[in-house]
Protein backbone atom coordinates (compact mmCIF):
# COMPACT_ATOMS: atom_id res chain seq x y z
CA UNK A 1 0.00 0.00 0.00
CA UNK A 2 1.49 3.33 -0.86
CA UNK A 3 1.75 5.55 2.28
CA UNK A 4 3.90 8.31 1.58
CA UNK A 5 1.38 10.55 1.06
CA UNK A 6 -0.46 9.64 4.14
CA UNK A 7 2.90 9.18 6.65
CA UNK A 8 3.06 12.67 7.78
CA UNK A 9 -0.84 12.65 9.00
CA UNK A 10 -0.06 9.04 10.19
CA UNK A 11 3.10 10.04 12.07
CA UNK A 12 1.01 12.88 14.04
CA UNK A 13 -1.88 10.72 14.86
CA UNK A 14 0.36 7.86 15.96
CA UNK A 15 2.04 10.92 17.58
CA UNK A 16 -0.70 12.07 19.58
CA UNK A 17 -3.07 9.10 19.90
CA UNK A 18 -1.47 6.20 20.18
CA UNK A 19 -0.42 6.46 24.21
CA UNK A 20 -4.06 6.81 25.33
CA UNK A 21 -5.42 4.07 22.32
CA UNK A 22 -6.08 0.36 24.03
CA UNK A 23 -4.30 -2.89 23.54
CA UNK A 24 -5.67 -5.33 21.76
CA UNK A 25 -6.03 -8.58 24.02
CA UNK A 26 -3.80 -11.07 21.82
CA UNK A 27 -0.79 -8.36 21.22
CA UNK A 28 2.17 -9.94 22.97
CA UNK A 29 6.16 -10.80 22.71
CA UNK A 30 7.47 -13.30 20.70
CA UNK A 31 7.38 -15.88 23.41
CA UNK A 32 3.65 -16.01 23.92
CA UNK A 33 3.76 -13.91 26.76
CA UNK A 34 1.38 -10.76 26.71
CA UNK A 35 3.08 -7.35 26.73
CA UNK A 36 3.03 -5.68 30.21
CA UNK A 37 2.23 -2.41 31.03
CA UNK A 38 5.93 -0.59 30.53
CA UNK A 39 6.38 -2.93 27.15
CA UNK A 40 2.92 -1.31 26.06
CA UNK A 41 3.67 1.59 26.79
CA UNK A 42 7.41 1.47 24.82
CA UNK A 43 5.47 0.09 22.07
CA UNK A 44 3.47 3.57 21.32
CA UNK A 45 6.16 5.18 21.77
CA UNK A 46 8.36 3.11 18.91
CA UNK A 47 5.32 3.78 16.61
CA UNK A 48 5.56 7.59 17.23
CA UNK A 49 9.06 7.68 16.35
CA UNK A 50 8.27 5.23 13.33
CA UNK A 51 9.57 6.95 9.82
CA UNK A 52 9.72 3.87 7.75
CA UNK A 53 9.06 0.28 7.53
CA UNK A 54 9.07 -2.47 4.75
CA UNK A 55 7.98 -6.04 5.74
CA UNK A 56 8.02 -7.73 1.81
CA UNK A 57 4.43 -9.12 3.19
CA UNK A 58 2.29 -6.85 0.86
CA UNK A 59 5.21 -6.77 -2.28
CA UNK A 60 8.17 -4.16 -2.28
CA UNK A 61 6.91 -1.03 -1.88
CA UNK A 62 7.31 -0.16 1.89
CA UNK A 63 4.27 -0.70 4.37
CA UNK A 64 4.87 2.70 5.51
CA UNK A 65 6.94 6.04 4.80
CA UNK A 66 7.39 9.27 5.30
CA UNK A 67 9.07 9.62 2.00
CA UNK A 68 9.18 7.24 -0.88
CA UNK A 69 8.39 4.03 -0.41
CA UNK A 70 9.42 2.54 -4.13
CA UNK A 71 12.21 0.19 -3.85
CA UNK A 72 14.39 0.88 -7.08
CA UNK A 73 17.27 -1.02 -8.72
CA UNK A 74 20.56 0.03 -11.08
CA UNK A 75 23.42 -1.57 -12.51
CA UNK A 76 25.78 0.02 -9.94
CA UNK A 77 25.39 3.10 -7.23
CA UNK A 78 27.76 4.32 -9.62
CA UNK A 79 24.59 4.48 -12.20
CA UNK A 80 22.33 5.51 -9.12
CA UNK A 81 20.54 8.38 -11.11
CA UNK A 82 19.66 5.56 -13.61
CA UNK A 83 17.73 2.86 -11.10
CA UNK A 84 13.94 2.06 -11.95
CA UNK A 85 11.67 0.69 -9.76
CA UNK A 86 11.59 -2.49 -8.84
CA UNK A 87 13.78 -5.44 -8.54
CA UNK A 88 15.82 -5.36 -11.47
CA UNK A 89 18.19 -8.44 -10.18
CA UNK A 90 16.79 -11.96 -10.93
CA UNK A 91 19.21 -13.18 -8.03
CA UNK A 92 16.83 -10.93 -5.94
CA UNK A 93 13.26 -12.03 -4.96
CA UNK A 94 10.13 -12.02 -2.08
CA UNK A 95 10.03 -15.46 -0.51
CA UNK A 96 6.40 -15.93 0.37
CA UNK A 97 6.24 -17.58 4.35
CA UNK A 98 9.97 -17.15 4.72
CA UNK A 99 10.64 -14.21 6.12
CA UNK A 100 11.06 -13.64 10.07
CA UNK A 101 7.53 -12.59 10.11
CA UNK A 102 5.28 -13.70 7.13
CA UNK A 103 7.42 -12.71 3.73
CA UNK A 104 11.26 -12.16 3.39
CA UNK A 105 13.55 -10.82 1.08
CA UNK A 106 16.02 -13.45 -0.58
CA UNK A 107 19.46 -13.06 -2.10
CA UNK A 108 20.03 -15.79 -3.99
CA UNK A 109 23.22 -14.81 -5.61
CA UNK A 110 26.63 -12.42 -4.17
CA UNK A 111 24.11 -8.87 -5.51
CA UNK A 112 26.06 -6.72 -6.98
CA UNK A 113 23.71 -4.33 -8.11
CA UNK A 114 22.44 -1.22 -6.51
CA UNK A 115 19.07 -2.02 -4.80
CA UNK A 116 18.02 0.91 -2.74
CA UNK A 117 14.95 3.02 -0.95
CA UNK A 118 15.61 6.40 -1.44
CA UNK A 119 16.91 7.98 2.31
CA UNK A 120 14.77 11.39 2.02
CA UNK A 121 12.58 11.73 4.65
CA UNK A 122 12.78 8.17 4.92
CA UNK A 123 16.18 8.88 7.15
CA UNK A 124 15.24 11.68 9.46
CA UNK A 125 18.43 13.19 8.47
CA UNK A 126 19.28 16.45 10.45
CA UNK A 127 22.00 18.81 9.10
CA UNK A 128 22.09 19.35 13.31
CA UNK A 129 21.79 16.43 16.13
CA UNK A 130 21.46 13.42 13.84
CA UNK A 131 19.97 10.57 15.67
CA UNK A 132 18.01 7.72 14.50
CA UNK A 133 17.87 3.88 14.93
CA UNK A 134 17.80 1.33 11.98
CA UNK A 135 16.57 -2.19 12.49
CA UNK A 136 16.26 -5.58 10.25
CA UNK A 137 16.67 -9.55 10.65
CA UNK A 138 19.10 -11.33 8.86
CA UNK A 139 19.88 -15.44 8.46
CA UNK A 140 22.55 -16.62 6.74
CA UNK A 141 25.68 -18.58 7.21
CA UNK A 142 28.33 -15.68 6.77
CA UNK A 143 31.08 -18.10 6.59
CA UNK A 144 29.26 -20.74 3.97
CA UNK A 145 26.76 -18.59 1.90
CA UNK A 146 29.08 -15.06 1.25
CA UNK A 147 30.96 -14.65 -1.33
CA UNK A 148 34.92 -13.85 -1.13
CA UNK A 149 34.82 -10.04 -0.37
CA UNK A 150 33.57 -7.06 1.97
CA UNK A 151 29.38 -7.69 2.33
CA UNK A 152 27.10 -4.72 3.38
CA UNK A 153 23.73 -5.88 4.23
CA UNK A 154 22.83 -2.34 5.06
CA UNK A 155 24.54 0.75 3.80
CA UNK A 156 23.37 4.36 4.63
CA UNK A 157 24.93 7.11 2.64
CA UNK A 158 24.46 9.54 -0.53
CA UNK A 159 28.20 8.75 -1.53
CA UNK A 160 30.34 5.13 -0.46
CA UNK A 161 31.21 3.34 2.68
CA UNK A 162 33.57 5.63 3.72
CA UNK A 163 31.98 9.27 3.25
CA UNK A 164 28.78 10.25 5.41
CA UNK A 165 27.34 6.82 6.06
CA UNK A 166 26.43 4.31 8.28
CA UNK A 167 26.62 0.81 7.68
CA UNK A 168 27.15 -3.18 9.17
CA UNK A 169 29.34 -5.01 7.18
CA UNK A 170 31.01 -8.75 7.31
CA UNK A 171 34.57 -9.04 6.72
CA UNK A 172 35.61 -10.53 3.58
CA UNK A 173 37.27 -13.95 4.93
CA UNK A 174 35.90 -16.52 7.31
CA UNK A 175 35.90 -16.62 10.28
CA UNK A 176 33.63 -13.36 9.31
CA UNK A 177 33.43 -10.83 11.63
CA UNK A 178 30.46 -8.26 11.63
CA UNK A 179 31.07 -4.97 12.23
CA UNK A 180 29.16 -1.30 12.85
CA UNK A 181 30.55 1.45 10.98
CA UNK A 182 29.89 5.24 11.40
CA UNK A 183 31.89 7.78 9.04
CA UNK A 184 31.48 11.18 8.32
CA UNK A 185 32.28 13.21 5.59
CA UNK A 186 35.62 11.47 4.19
CA UNK A 187 37.94 14.54 3.37
CA UNK A 188 37.53 15.70 7.32
CA UNK A 189 37.90 12.23 9.22
CA UNK A 190 40.52 10.97 6.62
CA UNK A 191 42.47 14.07 5.12
CA UNK A 192 45.11 12.27 4.04
CA UNK A 193 43.16 9.68 2.39
CA UNK A 194 44.57 6.41 3.61
CA UNK A 195 43.03 3.53 2.91
CA UNK A 196 40.94 1.53 6.10
CA UNK A 197 43.78 -1.01 6.59
CA UNK A 198 46.34 1.71 7.19
CA UNK A 199 44.22 4.15 8.76
CA UNK A 200 43.79 3.71 12.35
CA UNK A 201 41.07 6.36 12.63
CA UNK A 202 39.14 3.86 10.86
CA UNK A 203 39.82 0.38 12.64
CA UNK A 204 39.59 2.40 16.05
CA UNK A 205 35.61 3.27 15.28
CA UNK A 206 34.44 0.35 14.51
CA UNK A 207 32.17 -1.83 16.66
CA UNK A 208 33.72 -5.46 16.15
CA UNK A 209 31.62 -8.54 16.75
CA UNK A 210 33.99 -11.37 16.44
CA UNK A 211 31.60 -14.59 16.45
CA UNK A 212 28.13 -13.22 15.44
CA UNK A 213 25.20 -15.26 15.89
CA UNK A 214 24.47 -15.77 12.97
CA UNK A 215 23.48 -19.19 10.93
CA UNK A 216 20.91 -20.96 8.83
CA UNK A 217 17.64 -21.13 10.48
CA UNK A 218 18.04 -18.97 12.92
CA UNK A 219 16.98 -15.12 12.13
CA UNK A 220 19.37 -12.86 13.81
CA UNK A 221 17.90 -9.12 14.93
CA UNK A 222 20.46 -6.15 13.98
CA UNK A 223 19.71 -2.78 15.57
CA UNK A 224 21.90 0.03 15.10
CA UNK A 225 21.23 3.56 17.00
CA UNK A 226 23.08 6.63 16.53
CA UNK A 227 22.67 9.99 18.62
CA UNK A 228 24.33 14.08 18.28
CA UNK A 229 25.90 13.34 14.63
CA UNK A 230 26.54 16.83 13.30
CA UNK A 231 27.52 17.98 16.18
CA UNK A 232 30.20 17.44 18.98
CA UNK A 233 30.33 14.07 20.77
CA UNK A 234 28.21 11.84 18.25
CA UNK A 235 27.74 8.05 19.29
CA UNK A 236 26.34 4.91 18.17
CA UNK A 237 25.47 1.32 19.37
CA UNK A 238 24.78 -2.10 17.57
CA UNK A 239 22.55 -4.81 19.07
CA UNK A 240 21.98 -8.05 18.40
CA UNK A 241 19.37 -9.86 19.23
CA UNK A 242 18.28 -7.04 21.93
CA UNK A 243 21.01 -6.68 23.54
CA UNK A 244 24.16 -4.15 23.28
CA UNK A 245 27.65 -5.63 21.38
CA UNK A 246 30.21 -3.90 23.62
CA UNK A 247 30.46 -0.29 24.04
CA UNK A 248 29.69 1.87 20.57
CA UNK A 249 31.79 4.13 19.05
CA UNK A 250 31.84 7.84 21.26
CA UNK A 251 33.37 11.20 20.15
CA UNK A 252 32.15 10.78 16.43
CA UNK A 253 32.53 14.86 15.50
CA UNK A 254 33.40 15.14 11.68
CA UNK A 255 29.74 16.18 10.00
CA UNK A 256 28.08 13.95 8.28
CA UNK A 257 27.29 16.38 4.50
CA UNK A 258 24.17 14.81 2.63
CA UNK A 259 22.75 15.51 -0.84
CA UNK A 260 19.72 14.15 0.21
CA UNK A 261 18.50 13.95 -3.34
CA UNK A 262 21.40 10.94 -3.24
CA UNK A 263 21.00 9.56 -0.27
CA UNK A 264 19.61 6.20 -0.44
CA UNK A 265 18.80 3.40 2.17
CA UNK A 266 21.04 0.69 0.38
CA UNK A 267 20.12 -3.29 0.69
CA UNK A 268 22.42 -6.45 0.37
CA UNK A 269 25.04 -4.45 -1.01
CA UNK A 270 27.36 -8.72 -2.34
CA UNK A 271 24.86 -10.30 -0.23
CA UNK A 272 23.47 -13.20 0.12
CA UNK A 273 20.84 -14.82 2.37
CA UNK A 274 17.27 -13.48 4.14
CA UNK A 275 16.46 -10.23 4.90
CA UNK A 276 13.65 -8.76 6.32
CA UNK A 277 11.41 -6.29 8.90
CA UNK A 278 13.79 -2.99 7.50
CA UNK A 279 12.10 -0.24 9.58
CA UNK A 280 13.74 3.43 10.74
CA UNK A 281 13.10 5.79 13.64
CA UNK A 282 13.30 9.30 13.94
CA UNK A 283 14.97 9.07 17.44
CA UNK A 284 17.93 6.50 19.26
CA UNK A 285 16.24 4.00 20.58
CA UNK A 286 17.29 3.28 24.61
CA UNK A 287 18.74 -0.27 25.32
CA UNK A 288 14.98 -1.26 26.60
CA UNK A 289 12.85 0.20 23.85
CA UNK A 290 15.44 -2.10 21.51
CA UNK A 291 14.91 -5.09 24.07
CA UNK A 292 11.09 -4.63 23.76
CA UNK A 293 11.44 -4.18 19.55
CA UNK A 294 13.54 -7.47 19.78
CA UNK A 295 10.33 -9.09 21.70
CA UNK A 296 7.35 -7.76 20.00
CA UNK A 297 5.53 -10.75 17.96
CA UNK A 298 4.52 -10.13 14.34
CA UNK A 299 6.64 -7.22 13.46
CA UNK A 300 7.36 -3.41 13.19
CA UNK A 301 3.14 -3.60 11.78
CA UNK A 302 2.06 -3.85 14.76
CA UNK A 303 3.19 -0.30 15.69
CA UNK A 304 0.73 1.25 13.46
CA UNK A 305 -1.98 -1.72 12.62
CA UNK A 306 -3.86 -1.91 15.47
Known sequence: ????????????????????????????????????????????NLGAALTFHASFDQGLPADFAVGDDQI??????????QAVPGLGNSAVSIVESGGRFGHGLQFHERNEHAIFYPAAENVAYSELN?????????SLDP??????????????????YNDAAIWVDFTAESPRQ???????????????????????????????????????????????????????????????????????????????TWDTDKASIRLGVNYVGLFDELSLFGRALSDDEVRALHRFNGGIAGLYRR
Do not use: K
Not at 234 to 244: F, S, V
Open 143 to 160: DTELAPGFCDPVQITDAA
Open 72 to 81: YTAESYAEQD
Open 178 to 256: FRLGLFGDSLNWNPDELSPDANPGFLERLTVVNDPPFEIGRWTHVVITYAGLNQAAGRAALYLDGERVGQGPEGIDEPF
Open 1 to 44: MHRSALASVAGLLLAVGLISCAVEPDLEVGDGTPLDDLEVVTMD
Open 130 to 138: WNGTVSFWL
